[in-house]
């Protein structure tokens, strides 16, 4: 089985999880994100992912592609592990509905 773990692997995964955050939120508004545990706690994890896959992402790869904000995805995930009681549910919110499909449309 190949089992490379190279910059398209790393942006593949990265796909699948901002695609899987862009369906699963299509039709929920901000009061069910808070109120599903199942569904917060899986967006969460989703975003935790793909900060992960990103840091391992090459820095050439990172430098030939500037439009996309990699340093907020880095804080992000920090953001979500070190302070998790005290997320920001209208900025997670925000993030899962308009900077989540933004960036799947830039990596696309």
């Given at each position: 089985?190949?089992?490379l773990?190279?910059?398209?692997?790393?942006?593949h995964?990265?796909k699948?999880?901002?695609d899987?955050?862009t369906r699963?939120?299509?039709?929920?508004?901000?009061?069910?994100?808070?109120t599903n545990?199942?569904l917060l706690?899986?967006?969460?994890?989703?975003m935790?992912?793909?900060?992960?896959?990103?840091?391992?992402?090459?820095?050439?790869y990172?430098?030939?592609?500037g439009?996309?904000?990699?340093?907020?995805l880095y804080?992000?995930?920090?953001?979500?592990?070190?302070?998790?009681g005290n997320?920001?549910?209208d900025?997670?919110?925000?993030?899962?509905?308009?900077?989540?499909?933004d960036?799947l449309?830039?990596?696309?």
């Amino acid at each position: 089985m190949d089992n490379l773990k190279n910059d398209d692997y790393y942006i593949h995964k990265i796909k699948q999880d901002l695609d899987f955050i862009t369906r699963h939120m299509r039709n929920v508004d901000i009061e069910e994100l808070n109120t599903n545990e199942i569904l917060l706690d899986s967006m969460l994890f989703r975003m935790i992912q793909i900060s992960e896959n990103a840091r391992k992402l090459t820095d050439e790869y990172k430098r030939t592609r500037g439009n996309i904000p990699w340093s907020a995805l880095y804080g992000l995930r920090n953001r979500i592990v070190h302070d998790y009681g005290n997320v920001d549910l209208d900025i997670v919110f925000e993030t899962l509905k308009i900077d989540i499909p933004d960036l799947l449309g830039l990596l696309t």
